[in-house]
C-alpha cells in the first residue's frame, strides 16, 4: 500500500486526478471504476479542467460506478447517474453509452447484479478503481457485515450511512434505505484501487481500515490485500 498523507483538499484532488489521468494517456480503452460521494468532486473537476485545456481525451474510456440508490432512476437528482452526469460526464467528451452505472430501478435485482458483474468481465475488469469511504468503512455500499460479499449485490444501508448521506436530501426520511453496490470482487480485481478521504472525520477510520486487522466488520480494511493500493488522505 502507498499512503500518502496531504495538508489540503485540493492538494489531494490533484494527486488523485494524476493518477486516474495517468491511465487515461497510458492506456487504450481504459475503464475507470468510478465514486459518488462529496470526496471525489475536487478529482473530477482537475480532471475536467485538464480536458478543457486540451490535455484529457474521454472519447476511448469506459466507466463502471459503484452503486446506486434503489428506487431513484437517472433523472432524479438525488441518483447518483445523475450524479455522475452532473459532476463529469455531462463535461467531458466520453461517449456516454460507454458510462455505466448499476440501475436502481432494475425489475430483476439480482439478474441487474449478475449483469454488472459480467459486464465488467467483459470490458476486461477495471484499470483503476476509485473509492471514497464511509464514516464506518463502507466503500461503494458494502457496509460492515459478517463477511465479505463479492458480487454486486442488494444491500440494506446502515443507519449511520442514511444519516451521514442525509446531506444530500431535503429530509432524512427521503434516503433511501436500500442500494445496489458493486461487491468486493470486483473492486478487489481492480488492476488500480486508489481511495481518497479528507477533514478530521475520516481520520479514525483510516486508522482502522488501513492499519488495523483486516476484518468485513470494517468493508475497507480488505484492500490492504490489494497489490495496488493508494490511500491519499488529507487532513483537511
Ligand atoms: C456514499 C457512497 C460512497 C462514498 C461515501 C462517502 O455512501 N456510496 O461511495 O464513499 O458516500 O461519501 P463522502 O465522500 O461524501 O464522505
Redesign the pocket.
Known amino acids: 500500500m502507498k499512503y500518502i498523507e496531504v495538508e489540503n483538499y485540493a492538494e489531494m484532488s490533484k494527486k488523485g486526478a494524476a493518477l486516474i489521468a495517468a491511465e487515461i494517456v497510458s492506456k487504450e480503452g481504459p475503464v475507470l471504476g468510478l ?7 475536487g478529482i473530477y473537476k482537475q480532471l475536467i479542467e485538464w480536458f478543457n485545456e486540451g490535455k484529457l481525451d474521454f472519447s476511448g474510456v469506459t466507466s463502471v460506478n ?2 446506486e440508490y434503489l428506487g431513484l432512476d437517472g433523472t432524479n437528482p438525488q441518483s ?1 447517474r445523475y450524479f455522475m452526469n452532473d459532476n463529469l460526464f455531462d463535461h467531458i467528451n466520453i461517449d456516454k453509452s460507454r458510462t455505466y452505472v448499476p440501475s436502481g430501478i432494475a425489475a430483476d435485482l439480482a439478474a441487474e447484479g449478475e449483469a454488472y458483474d459480467k459486464l465488467i468481465k467483459s470490458l476486461g475488469g477495471i484499470d483503476i478503481q476509485l ?5 464506518d468503512g ?4 458494502n457496509e460492515p457485515d459478517e463477511c465479505f460479499t463479492g458480487a454486486t449485490h442488494v444491500v440494506d ?1 446502515d443507519e449511520s ?1 442514511i444519516e ?2 442525509a ?2 436530501f431535503d429530509s432524512i426520511d427521503d434516503v433511501p434505505r436500500k ?1 445496489i ?1 458493486m461487491g468486493m470482487a470486483s473492486i478487489m480485481q481492480a488492476k488500480k484501487v486508489l481511495l ?4 478530521p ?2 481520520y479514525d477510520i483510516i486508522q482502522k481500515a488501513f492499519f488495523g486487522p483486516i476484518t468485513p466488520k470494517v468493508p475497507a480494511s480488505i484492500l490492504q490485500l490489494h497489490g495496488d493500493l493508494t490511500v491519499i488522505y488529507s487532513k483537511n
Do not use: M
Open positions: 465514486a459518488t460521494g462529496s470526496t471525489p468532486v459503484l452503486d447518483y473509492l471514497g469511504i464511509g464514516e463502507h466503500i461503494g455500499f444501508l450511512t451521514a448521506n446531506r444530500f442500494a453496490t481518497v478521504a479528507n477533514g472525520k475520516k
